[in-house]
Every structure is written in C-alpha cells, then in structure tokens.
C-alpha cells in the first residue's frame, strides 16, 4: 500500500461520515495485539508475514519480553471500499479513517480499558474460541454496555479448536454455538440487571433488546485466527456462494448460521423438521467450516502437496511454487489465507457497516454522557447541541482521558511529505544512532584501563555523585476526544478538572493554551495545525493544567466529562527512597511526572516525609518502579515490601470478656474532661451486618447528597476542616478505597433515608429503634460504613436527615464529630479503619461551681458564660478524651480484622488441578468453585485468596504447573477473619493442645502484631523464651 501524505489524513478527518472510531477489548491473551498487527500490515506499516509476531503496537521492552500489553495505544489506519451501483453498473470509491486503540486485558491495568471506551464509538471484543468467557471479558462487556458503545464480537483463535483440540467441524460448530450464547447471555444478564433497578411498571414502555445480542446471521460477529491471519463473517461467504447455489445473497446470509440444511438433490434449505431421519450436515459446517478444515490439513496437520495444489486451484487464488514447496507449513497457510480469507478486510468492512460514525453515536452517546456529569442542566444549550450534531463549526469540547508521557527527544517536528516517509527517516537515524553509541562504547572499553589507584576511584565516585546522569526530558501528551468544534495550535481553552462543579463556575478552573497536535500512530506521533471534531487526537500544552484526566472547553459553563471516575481504586502500596539520599529532589520530580502519566498510580506523601505510591496490583506495581528507575527519576530506588489495607470491626461473639466496667453495660464508657467537670457518656456498638454492606455499597450517594447540603461557603469550610481532621492525622495510616468498585447508582437523601431505615428496622428486637433520624455524621472521612448517632435528650449536633435541627448544633459538636472520624478512621488494634461500628453520645453532663446541666434545656439556667468558657478551654481535651472513650468501647466487644480479598480465576488442565490446589492452600486461599469448561481439556477454577498472602502466586503457579495455569487477581473487597487477636487458651485441652499463648494456631495475631510492627506501634511480645535455653532475641 503506497504511503498515506498528511494532507490525505486531514482530509479525511475534516469527514466525520468517513471517520469510525474503535477500540479492542478482551481478557489477557485473547489476541487483541495479534489481531492489530494484521490491520496495521494491511496499511503497509509492517510486513504481512510478521503480523502476529512483532506485536507493533506494543511499543515497551516489558510488554514486549512478558507478551501482554500494559499500556492502551492508538494508531490511525485508513481503509478504502469500492461500491458498485447495481442500477447503472458504475462504481464509487470511499475512504474512510478508522482511528484504533489497543487496550490492556489484564486486571491490573483495567484503568487503561476505562480511558480506551470512553474515547470510542465503537468496540471490538474478542473472545478466545478455547478459553471462552472469562472474567475480564465479562468486565470489558460491562464496560461497553455502560458507555453506551456498539460492539462486534470477534471469535478469535479457532486454529486452536483445530491444532490443539482436534475438533471435527461439527464438533467446532456445536462449541462456537454455545461460546455464543454464554456471550449472549452476559450481555442480556446487564439489560435485565437495568430493567430492574428502574422497576418497570406495566405502564412503563418496554425496551427492544434485540440489538444488544450477537448474532453471526446481523453479521456482527466474526470468526478469526488472528494469528493465521484470517477472519471471515456471514455475509462475506453468501457473496462466495450465491451463484454456486444459486441463491439470493440476503436469504442465504440469514441460513449460514444456524440449524439449517442444504439438500443438494432438490437445491433447497431444510430445518430441523423437515430433515425426517436424513443425516445432513448443517450449512454452516458444509460449507465454512469443512473448507476451512481442508486447508489446514493439507498444510499443517497432514502435510499434501498434491491436495494442497488443488485446494489452491478451487480457491481460485495465486500461489507461487516456491511457496508451496516451502518447508514452512504456517507461511504456505497464511500466504492461502492472505488471499482467500484475509482478517483485515472482513474486521475493516464489519466496523464500516456495524459501528457508528462519529455523527451518529455522538447523537446517542452524549445525552447519556451528559446525564451522569454533576451539573449538565446548566451546560450551554449552544455547546450541548455542538456536541451532540458532532458540529465542527460550534464551540470546542474535548475530553482529555490520560496523559501519556513521551521522551522530548522522540517529538516529531512539522512534517511534509509522506506519513510512511516519515516514519521511515526515523527509524533510519535511530539505526544509525544505535549503531553510532555501540561502536563508540567498544572504542571507550578498549581504550580504558583500569586504574588501582584509590584515590582515582573516589574521585570518579564522587563525580557521579556530584553530577548524576541526566535523564531524558518528557514531555506530557493528552490522549483526548474531540467531541465538537475545531481544534488549533496557539488556541487558548478552559480547563475544567475533575472536581469541577458548574454550581460553583469559579473552582476548578484553569486556562492553558495548545501548542501542540498529533495523529497518534503507535510509537510514532505526526504533527497537526487542527483537528476537527470527531477525532481522537494528542494535544500539547496541558502539562501543569491537567493532571490525569479534564475536559477542555472554548466557552465558560461547560460540562465535566471527567467527573465520573471509572477505573478501580489502586490497593497496592510500597514506600521508596532513594539510594542516596541526595538524589530526593530527582525522586520527587519522578513521582510528580510518574502521577501525572499513569491514570491509576496514587502518590502520598506522609506526615513523616516517607513518599509512598500506590498500585492497583503486583504487576502494575512493577511497571510503575521500572519507568520510575528508567525514565522518571533516572536513579536507582529502594522499595518496601508491599503493603495492603485492613479494617477493623467487633461482633457479638458466643464467649467474651467480661465488661472492662462490671457496673456499666457492654460497650458503655464514660468520659471525663477538666477534672471531672464535663462527663460524655457513649456506647459502642457493632452495626448490623447489612447495614454495613448497605453504608459500604453507597458511599458515592453519601458523598452525592452531603456535598449538595452544603449550602453556604461557611458550612463548607467548617465540613472539609472536620473532614481533614479526621483525614490528615492518618493519612499515613490508612488506604481509603471510596469508590472501589461501586457499581449503584446514586440514590438522593429520601431514597437512601428509606432504605437506611428498612434496613434498621429488621433489628429493631436489637434496640435499633429510631435510629435513621438521629443520625449525625457517618465515618471515616464523612462517607464510611460507620455511624455517630445522638441519642441525648435535647441533641447536641445537628442530625444529618432532618431539616428541622439547625439549632442544634452546640459547642461540643465540632470535637465529638472530628473525635469520631480520627477514632474510626485507625482503629485500636492495628490503626486501620474501622468499619460496621455504631456510637450512640447517650448523655453530656456539664458541671460548673453552681449546678449540673445535661446539654440541653436544663442548662439555660446556669451561668452561660462559666460554661462556655469551660468548653472553649476543654475543647482539645474533648476530641482527645472522646476519641480514647471510642477505643475503650470497641475493645469491650470482640474484635475482628478484615481482610483485603482478591478472587483469583484460573484456567488448568487437570493435570496440574492438585499442584495449583496445593499453592492456593499454602497461601490460606479457599477454592470457592470448579468446573470444567465443555468440549476443552481446561477446568476454570474459582477462589479467594488474601491480598497480603498473593505477592508471587503468578510466578508460584507458573512454575508448580510448568506454565501450563496461569491465574487473574480481582480485587473482591474485605472479608472478616472470625478470630479474636487477643483470644489465648484458658481450659486444659486448649492449653494442652495448643500451649500457653497458641501463638502458632491465632493468624489473626500474627495479621495485628505485623501491621503495629511496620507502623512503628508498641507489640507485646515476650524476647526470653524458655527458662532452661534462654535466648535473647533482637528487637
């Protein structure tokens, strides 16, 4: 294919009819980049026969050595059809340019697939024919569905049913059958879940499904070796065989798929009733499968030379003899393939057909888009019409949905001439730049001696020290979508951040100016004066305006595309320093890009100076130290061992301790300030279990409805002052995971009022009586699963779900409330966060010189002003004491640590199910489930592991299994671990059994001491062992 000019690609961009834009979803090793190799060989950027192999748009060496891709790319392919008009025998061209972006498939960079779908109109989701559905497919497909993008299944890697399972076509055709309907059915299992939460009623207009389902005969699903380079729809063998059974092309695109039969005796299409006992196979299998077994093996399998000939002859295409003569069984077969079935065309043409153009999804896409952004009712009605006409002449809106970060030096300069052209020169001057630092590196080692001299030694060290190598400049790059108006370099635009808020059009709002467009082209970017609408496209300039993700506007008012987080919260997390401390401010200045550049890395910095990052899983834990040590920072770093979060609870356990305060109820504490003088009297109590779930599942609403109550500028400050007392004095204690993995959708205040109370109200024999209305503040951080609630007679805080109670908001409010979120945001056992705790402030007593008052009316008799002052002067004393009490109260019950959860997937033969059963045990994993996939040799193995126990499963499993198992970690949330940490055998069999302190039997414990160990906290722990051989330990 001759080399595509810019002026040709901006041509076709000014077109948003001529543009598709498109991304490629599946489960890890699916095929995604295999199958972009054969779309890019079809533009000529890599050789055909290297399509598969060269894995083009997996640009870093990591992806490159472990196979899979880490980061999504995106690359610009034009594609031309030739159309024939059947009325007047002419013929027209079209052209179009369809921009694709590669997506990650594993867990751990979930981030990257949210980014990719939010930019397209379209997708391509592959399933693995063998493998079939798998746990990141289910969530690629949800994620589809959410964004309201169209997809085209791709039933990939049906060499495989052949090669390796050796399928008769019958047998391929049975297993594809039901690899279908397990794809239907995920995609029908969301619109029933939708239908549900809106609750239909019998008035309510019903909704046609009928287009969210794959169905090969609607030629919305294609069947592909990527690998082989081929792929085939429906529609492309009904042109191959309407004249040959001489039947109309759309009645036969509609039997090619299903139980339909052929007679060739009477030349006509037979159903299941009609067979009446004859042995028929079905079309599909007659004439698609069998032919696309035949060749095969006769290449293969069962090498024929003879057999192959004719088969080539049949075809009707061209084989040079030499090919056929070739040794090479797989290059005879792609060269045949090339010509018969080449996958790039059928992928290309399906997309052209199936998927929307900018116009026509835009039209769809943005009132949805525009319904879940905080504030779209006071969007510009002049911008929202912009964006939805896809209008290149309105005002601009672009949704930036990560910055990529790209070495200074690998920026291209503007071009002319030929986009390949280009592309070639430089890869001609790094060819010789390597070639150029290779020789001169040999000169150097040649020409060096080594020296013996100590003091030469010290000077070269101290050199390096003194004057580190300097790292390459990067530069940032916003990977955004033009949803209207054009873009230029030297515009200037409104940046609006991700917690922009049209109520307040004055926050969150930056300027910046665009210096920079670009065609993104995998590894290689093409300079750009202006980009129209409907464009994926790299933007320059932002660096210092947007951070991960923003929206950029030409007009004020607009609308906040980025609000809406989608990727999962990281879990992961490491502490790091430098090698020399010197080289801090270099650390420093790594994190900054390395925060900016990956849309799911967390950097904190705690209050002790220590820079800690977080990760979403092991793997992404590895990439983001290798581009730190290789690119960011540029020196070596030290890491500590991984850390994960845990969360503290109590239950209501069959045998406990007695009352710490036999004359007081269980949980009951009484806390004394200034000498006595005030007494706040609060019971700990746990939370029923589904109230947690409920206070855990709908943090967002929480977070929703709390921010809209707040009215006016002064309650905002006084709320985000409590909120950083609660927050800041643990910041470095604690892993906050708000939105992982929320999925509900937000309710208001009296939605969640409702529900709050039924839930109450299936315990109320527990004493959990009216309680939803005395409700002050959840915690930690206003928004976790935890509840302060005022049960004193007159009130002594404003309660959060009644309107009426303004004026109750008392002295004591503000430290009781902070004293609640620092208590149960780092817990007593360990200083994680507590969860499924309730407080009930039962009674405040004030004493002054004259009498006593209870906080409320009976008080307004005393002298104001001596209790005022007492207040104000005991305020510090009051969160403090509070806080303490809080502790005290959770210890009186029996106390529990949750545990991070991972749920681990994994595809085996049965060969290796005792040795992948023997990892997870060790591990303290539990197998939840085990079946066997049908018509394969693979068992899909289900099961929970904790996250601290899954550090080196990957490589544990591979090696056990001899790489025959390979297992994918999702984040599952946090699971209690039944075992008191302070339990110790007390009767004669437990001490018999298990010893004096049964420090070998109580994980829970070991889970406690490790944590207090690392953070520094006091641990009880005995350093002289054994009288008789006594051992002094180090600490």
Partial sequence: MPPISPEKLRELQA??????????????????????????????????????????????????????????????????????????????VKEHLINLIDSPGHIDFSSEVSTASRLCDGALVLVDAVEGVCSQTVTVLRQAYLENIKPVLVINKIDRLITELKLTPYEA???????????????GSFFASQRMEEEITDGQEEMDDQDLYFSPESNNVIFASAIDGWGFTVQQFAVLYEKKLGMNRSVLEKVLWGDYYYDAKNKKVLTNKSLKGRNLKPIFVQFVLESIWTVYDCTVIDRDLEKAERVVKTLGIKVLPRDLRSKDTRGLLATIFNQWLPLSTSVLITVLNKLPSPIVAQHSRIPTILE????????????????????????????????????????????????GGDIRERVRKAREAANKAQTQAQDDDSVT??????????????????????????????FSRLYSGTLKVGQELYVLGPKYNPLYPEKHVSKCTITDLYLLMGRELISLDSVPCGNVVGIGGLEGAVLKSGTLVSVPGGVNLAGVNLASQPIVRVALEPEHPSQLPQLEKGLKLLNQADPCVQIIVQETGEHVILTAGELHLERCLKDLRERFAGIEIHSSKPIVPYRESIVRAAEMNPPKNSELPRGTVIASVAGLQILIRL?????????????????????AFLTQRKVSKTETAETESVADAGGGAVSGATVEEEDTFITEKLLTM?????????????????????????????????VGPNILIDNTSGGFSKHLFSGTDENLKTPFSDSISAAFQLATAAGPLCAEPMQGVGVLIESIDVKSDKSSVDGDEDGKGNDEGDIGNLISRSSGQILTSVR????????????????AMYQVEIQAPSEVLGRVYSVIAQRRGRIVSEEMKEGTPFFSIKAVIPVVESFGLSEDIRKRSSGAASPQLIFAGFEMLDEDPFWIPTTEEELEDLGEFADKENIAKKYVDAIRRRKGLFVEEKLVKNAEKQRTLKK
């Fill in 449 to 478: 001696k080594p020296s013996n001299s100590l003091s030469a030694m010290l000077a070269e060290l101290n050199m390096k020290e003194q004057y580190p190598p300097e790292t390459k400049k990067e530069a940032l790059i916003g």
């Fill in 15 to 92: 077109n948003p009819e001529a543009v598709r834009n498109i991304c490629i979803l599946a489960h890890v090793d699916h095929g995604k980049t295999s199958l972009s190799d054969c779309l890019l060989a079809s533009n000529g950027i890599i050789s055909q026969k290297l399509a598969g192999k060269v894995r083009y748009l997996d640009s870093r060496e990591d992806e490159q050595i472990r196979g899979i891709t880490m980061e999504s790319s995106a690359i610009s392919l034009y594609f031309k059809t030739l159309l024939h008009n059947s009325a007047d025998g002419s013929s027209t």
């Fill in 683 to 703: 019971v700990v109590r746990p939370l029923p279990s589904e109230v947690t779930s409920f206070l855990e599942q709908h943090r967002t609403s929480i977070h």
């Fill in 884 to 899: 303490e009490a809080i502790r005290q109260g959770f210890l009186d019950w029996s106390p529990r640590i949750l545990l």
């Fill in 372 to 419: 879940s952004a905080p504030g779209s009712e006071l969007l510009d009605p002049a911008l929202r019409t912009a964006m939805e006409n896809c209008d290149s002449q309105g005002p601009v809106s672009a949704f930036v949905s990560k910055m990529i970060a790209i070495p200074e030096d690998d920026l291209p300069r503007p071009v002319s001439g030929t986009v």
């Fill in 173 to 187: 055709y049975i297993h594809m059958m039901k690899l279908l309907e397990k794809v239907n059915a995920v995609t």
């Fill in 750 to 782: 009296e939605e969640f009022k409702k529900e709050l109370a039924a839930k109450f109200s299936e315990y109320l024999k527990e004493g959990w009586t009216d309680v939803v209305d005395k409700i002050s503040i959840f915690g930690p951080k206003n």
